[in-house]
């Protein structure tokens, strides 16, 4: 089993900046990687980035479309955290954000919520315009 939780999220105008954090205990010795996402009200939860787990110091990440360039996903195996720092953020980046681990496969899609079996209970991020 897996815990994890967020925190970092608030409400920051237009432009600005937040970082987010994802704490994770339990048996975090496994092979997991670690994902955002976020839902709006009224609509879908959406992938927004991930980052693989590594036994050699490399990370694979991935992004949405649309908050490349502008958010940056990052982990501290040695604090079981991962980050996400959100910059130049606009008001379509108001949601709630979670944070996802899942053990990493070869077959992973590290972009669907189908493989992520460990959820946080979310923050908010709200971003006035």
């Known amino acids: 089993q897996v815990q994890l939780v967020e925190s970092g999220g608030g409400l920051v105008q237009a432009g600005g900046s937040l970082r987010l954090s994802c704490a994770a205990s339990?048996?975090?010795?496994?092979?997991?990687?670690v994902a955002w996402f976020r839902q709006a009200p009224g609509e879908d939860r959406e992938f927004v980035a991930s980052?693989?787990?590594?036994?050699?110091?490399?990370?694979?990440?991935n992004y949405a479309n649309s908050v490349k360039d502008r958010f940056t996903i990052s982990r501290d195996n040695a604090m079981n955290t991962v980050y996400l720092q959100m910059n130049s953020l606009k008001s379509e980046d108001t949601a709630v954000y979670y944070c996802?681990?899942?053990?990493?496969?070869?077959?992973?899609?590290?972009?669907?919520?189908?493989?992520?079996?460990?959820w946080g209970q979310g923050t908010q991020v709200t971003v006035s315009s």
């Open positions: 996802a681990a899942g053990l990493h496969t070869a077959t992973m899609n590290p972009t669907s919520r189908a493989g992520y079996g460990y």
């Open positions: 339990g048996r975090t010795e496994s092979n997991y990687r």
């Open positions: 980052i693989s787990s590594s036994g050699n110091s490399i990370y694979y990440v």
